[in-house]
């Protein structure tokens, strides 16, 4: 026998797969400049060059150095080194003892959901949300419950979050910048969010943390900021990652930051470690770990990506899509022109438009158009999205 559960985990199709698996196949059929490609969130930004000179240089070290394990919980040196660019950032005093070096945000979610919950627990999630939450909540034998954000901008509806809390919520994970909705949320409303959970805290007589997962922490625009949630709710995990903002998503690199002023911290740390053991999430890779030392503060180049955003935001908005301004990240969240969103992805397709429908992030009716692609398939696709609207506007003269 095998286990059903990841039988079905392993075969259950994802919606951002299948599409993206199909644009390869369409790519190869019609020409690759015929396809537009929105399906995934991989970085079309290059890594930046200190990168790629740090890894050069890295590798003229002895293997044992570079290739070698190193503590479970990630280098010292390396810890530090983010401990103090964090300190440099946000006026904090996080050591090395703060930080468990991880295999992107995904193991960070992971272990710090796996650390805080027993079975039956409960954790909040805003819908729409990234779908890999449910997994791995449910992985861990707690309960996903979905708290819906503000249906006019996706901004947090913390009386929304505040009736999903019950005795069992052990904690709400947010996202931002968010992927899908491209919403950075403002310091007012995190405030108030933090402001509830302390009073359903005193309610319960127990901690309730916050996850923050940001790894679009660096990609925003004009003069957007995204505030630093453990400064303004003191029981924060945040689940960090380089994937997006130095464009390193196949190396796998990230972290998991416990700040020493959480609740029962120096314990919250230590099942941090337990739950990277138990998972297998240890030790995360040294080369890179190292590249990370080197580079922990170059900037993130996010110029393209605004080019882009602003190309495709008033592209559509021209057209008559109705459109959420995205002010982070690299996602546009457009209303589908019928409710079923996956109808209205398919008909996209036909018009070779590869875009999710939103029923793959808990919501109903929007599509997620991932706008991290050359510029050129930006400007390709507009005539396409035109054709598109045509199409609805006369099936609605019918
Ligand atoms: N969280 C969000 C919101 C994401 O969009 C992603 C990846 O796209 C992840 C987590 C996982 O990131 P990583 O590749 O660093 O594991």
Redesign the pocket.
């Known amino acids: 026998m095998i286990n059903q559960r990841m039988y079905d985990l392993g075969n259950e199709p994802s919606a951002i797969r299948e599409l993206f698996a199909y644009g390869i196949a369409r790519k190869a059929e019609i020409g690759a400049e015929n396809v537009f490609d929105f399906s995934l969130?991989n970085p079309s930004v290059p890594a930046p060059d200190d990168v790629k000179r740090a890894a050069l240089e890295l590798l003229e070290l002895p293997a044992q150095n570079i290739h070698g394990y190193t503590p479970a919980q990630g280098a010292p040196g390396v810890r530090s080194a983010i401990a103090a660019s964090l300190n440099r950032r946000f006026g904090t005093a996080y050591s090395a003892d703060n930080l468990y070096m991880t295999?992107?945000?995904?193991?960070?979610?992971s272990i710090c959901i796996n650390a805080l919950v027993t079975p039956g627990d409960e954790i909040i999630v805003v819908a729409p949300?990234?779908p890999?939450?449910r997994v791995w909540i449910e992985n861990a034998g707690a309960v996903c419950v979905e708290a819906c954000a503000r249906p006019d901008n996706f901004q947090l509806d913390v009386e929304a979050i505040d009736a999903a809390i019950t005795e069992r919520t052990k904690a709400v994970i947010i996202?931002s910048p968010?992927?899908?909705t491209g919403a950075v949320y403002p310091e007012c409303d995190l405030v108030e969010l933090a402001n509830e959970l302390r009073r359903k805290q005193d309610e319960y007589g127990h901690a309730i943390y916050l996850i923050a997962?940001e790894?679009?922490r660096e990609i925003i625009y004009g003069k957007t900021t995204v505030p630093f949630v453990p400064t303004l709710f003191e029981n924060t995990l945040v689940?960090y990652?380089?994937?997006?903002s130095l464009s390193l998503?196949g190396e796998?690199?990230?972290y998991v930051l416990v700040p020493p002023a959480a609740n029962r911290a120096s314990d919250v740390y230590a099942a941090v470690c337990g739950a990277g053991r138990a998972l297998g999430y240890v030790c995360a890779p040294t080369l890179f770990q190292h590249v990370i030392e080197k580079c922990v503060d170059v900037a993130c180049d996010v110029e393209a990506y605004r080019e882009n955003r602003d190309a495709l935001y008033d592209g559509l908005a021209k057209l008559g899509y109705e459109c959420v301004a995205p002010q982070g990240?690299f996602y546009l969240w457009m209303r589908a022109l019928e409710p079923d969103a996956r109808a209205f992805a398919e008909a996209a397709k036909r018009h070779e438009l590869l875009i999710v429908p939103s029923d793959s992030f808990g919501v109903e009716g929007w599509v997620r158009i991932g706008y991290c692609v050359d510029r050129s398939v930006i400007d390709g696709s507009l005539p396409a999205f035109a054709d598109l609207m045509r199409e609805y506007q006369k099936k609605a003269l019918f």
């Open positions: 969130g295999v992107g945000a995904a193991a960070s979610i949300y990234f890999e939450y996202n968010n992927n899908p997962d790894p679009y689940c990652s380089y994937s997006k998503p796998r690199i990230g990240a």
